[in-house]
């Protein structure tokens, strides 16, 4: 199986030796992190790690992704994002994942151009493509290259190679933005992002890795894993105090647990018809 990986990996590095040089859409996630360490190997100094800077974002991840390119030896930027000044993306349809990564991406454009770099690059694994990800559209649009999928990586495979490599994030659990966990239709504003991060923060100070804190007005309800739920009644009180000091008035674990994209669920599948996100 690793010689199999391997061979994956060579296909990835003589694929990013063709691009030349390239700004990596650069989140801190596993995906993105293998990513910027294979370009690196394949690149040397041709390569800018990019991050997009917003309220969707907790400091946290950001903080992560500058320790991340630096212990990776890659020139990290910043770059601001507008997405919420976009009426489209702050209604929160459920094309909001197009109009944050037509923003990100535009902006990164942006960024190879003036550097003078060939290709932004992002971490899509090849399990994304089947997955409900409207950010590919925008992707499509802004010529955004896809390494990983275009050699058939999945997120196991990137995970198994990462270790492989010494990556210390071949563990890390899936982040998305936190816009994602609002159900759909609810507007999204600066007031909501940050009682979410606030939320998410005090769970990640108890301990708890793979979740996410689903907003309902003032209801949040916890998606953990299920191995976590006698823990999190062990404990109940903290968690419901520290819920309550970030807005929360009611405070809920749902029993099916953590799982990724659970408001897609809800959407009809006529409109995701097209649409090759993920939350």
Known sequence: M???LHDKYERLLERLRRLGSVVVAFSAGVDSTFLLY???EALGDRVIAAT???ETYPEEEIEEARQLARELGVHHMLIRTEELTDPRYASNSHQRCFFCK???YSKLRALADAAGFAAVIDGTNADDLADYRPGLRA???LGVYHPLAEVGLTKREIRELSRHFGLRTWDKPAYACLSSRFPYGTPITVEKLRQVAAAERALRELGF???RVRHHDQIARLELQPEDFPRALELRDEIVTRLRAAGYEFITLDLEGYRSGSFNRTLPDALKVGSTGHS
């Open 52 to 54: 997009g800077l917003s």
């Open 209 to 211: 890795r793979a979740f």
């Open 38 to 40: 294979a370009a690196r």
């Open 102 to 104: 037509q923003e990100l």
């Open 139 to 141: 992707a499509r649009q």
């Open 2 to 4: 690793l010689e199999e």
